[in-house]
């Protein structure tokens, strides 16, 4: 393997210029590398790998992904949460479960998740039947964000079920204004 003289990156011995940088490469009558240095190179690339993979293991071994995932997320009052949803005949609590499910996927770092307005138009769609299976699934990722093995997925679903989408509403936001804090 061949070690890029401007980027240090490994390349293929029969490539004359650089992958990464498109930098020319020493060819093996070139003096200006020798083969120690080469050797001293590689040796000096795999240990920054090693690292760098380190590194990223403690990084999200201690949840700093997860805190760092929470930009933008700002902890809400669940009081005005719910009488905003009662002045307005639930259109504040559309707004609340839009939000609650995108907060939601940002902090499990699932961005490619359903979307709440998605969210929001299934269930439209399906007369609420989306909402019960998604009810469920924030009680997952509610587990999963808080790094336990619990039930909470049955609970927001009997919870919706019954009808009281409210509260699991308020178990939610509470879990996102805990895990932002």
Known sequence: MKICPKCNSLCEDSASFCQECGAPLPTPN????TQENQKQQESQFQQNAYY????????NQNNYYRNGSTAGIMPRNLVLAIVFS???????????MIKLNDEVNQLAGEPQATSGGMVFLFS???????????????????????GIQGNSSIL?????????DIVYFCLLQDMINKEVS
């Open 124 to 146: 439209l769609i399906t007369c609420g039947i989306y909402g019960i299976y998604w009810a469920y699934k924030m009680g997952e990722r509610c587990d999963r964000i808080r």
């Open 156 to 164: 927001y679903l009997v919870l919706s079920i019954l009808g009281l």
């Open 86 to 96: 009662f002045l307005t005949c639930g259109i504040y609590s559309i707004y609340w």
């Open 30 to 33: 070139d003096n200006t590398h």
């Open 52 to 59: 760098e993979n380190a590194y990223q293991n403690n990084y």
